[in-house]
């Protein structure tokens, strides 16, 4: 059995809220609890809305938590080049497609097939620009067209065949074992923003493989994308590694948190004088964690 390797991966754009905190804790405790490696990762690509202080502050939030991550922390930022190579294999390969489609074009489209096909969190991409020949393709490029780049989710799932993940929290309706992978879960996600040229669901499979991270813990609300990730490694030729999917700490509404919610966020806890020990174990307790 290869070292467990988790790792935390917030995107700085806001300070850390108890939600966070239950995400580090749990890769934390599961790779400590199997003598692996906890790593942190800042999810950085969006680099107008993340801040330096941020980043910081979730060093400073992790270690009041008692938290001490196993190598220093990796930034998205710095390995952009890496990331729009995988894209261009995909594209190379016919696997993800330039979408010329503004938010606006889409909803108007959506608006116009009355059933467009549905996903998670609403409406998916209506699939407008999938069916642009080469020639098309090539001339709204050459025209100083800006694209985005989405997946082709049939056609990767054509290559990849049946694909399964290995659920170790809570899947789909809370079973733990082999989930079996939905491709269109998501539709066509875009691999390479607009503005940016990359985009999450690429660079988080990408450094999962180069991090040697085998055991991916986030929130029950990423499961989802964990049905893209798993096609995405499996095109790419990537190791699969395993999932726990966890419950979200929620507010007295029953709402998730949100990094807007600064008044719960970790500094406020800590600047209220909060015992760090009772935080981390409830919330230990509240994932079920004993370690
Ligand atoms: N960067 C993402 C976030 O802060 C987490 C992504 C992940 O754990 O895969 O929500």
Do not use: N
């Amino acid at each position: 059995m290869p070292q467990t390797v988790t790792r935390f991966a917030p995107s700085p754009t806001g300070p850390l809220h108890t939600g966070h905190a239950l995400a580090a804790l749990v890769a934390h405790d599961l790779a400590r609890r199997a003598g692996g490696r906890f790593l942190l990762r800042f999810e950085d690509i969006d680099t107008a809305r993340c801040r330096p202080e941020y980043e910081a502050g979730t060093c400073t939030d992790l270690a009041w938590l008692g938290l001490a991550w196993d190598a220093p922390p990796w930034r998205q930022s710095a390995r952009l080049d890496t990331y729009r190579a995988a894209l261009d294999a995909l594209i190379e390969r016919g696997l993800a497609y330039p979408c010329f489609c503004t938010r606006r074009d889409i909803a108007a489209e959506v608006a116009r097939m009355g059933a467009a096909p549905h996903g998670p969190e609403g409406p998916l991409y209506p699939g407008t620009c999938r069916p642009l020949t080469a020639d098309e393709r090539a001339a709204r490029l050459a025209d100083g067209a800006v694209a985005a780049w989405r997946l082709d989710a049939a056609a990767c799932s054509a290559v990849a065949g049946p694909l399964r993940f290995t659920e170790h929290g809570r899947g789909p309706g809370g079973e733990r074992g082999e989930i079996a992978v939905d491709p269109a879960l998501l539709g066509d996600v875009v691999l390479g923003r607009r503005d940016l040229g990359v985009a999450y669901h690429l660079a988080c499979v990408a450094d999962a493989a180069a991090q040697g991270v085998t055991l991916v813990t986030r929130g029950e609300d990423l499961l989802p994308a964990t049905h893209v990730q798993r096609l995405l490694q499996a095109v790419l030729g990537l190791p699969a590694p395993a999932y726990h999917h966890h419950g979200l700490v929620r507010d007295a509404a029953g709402r998730r948190l949100a990094k807007r919610d600064a008044a719960r966020s970790l500094a406020a806890l800590r600047e209220t004088g909060t015992d760090p020990a009772m935080l981390a174990a409830e919330l230990r307790s509240l994932a079920g964690l004993s370690i």
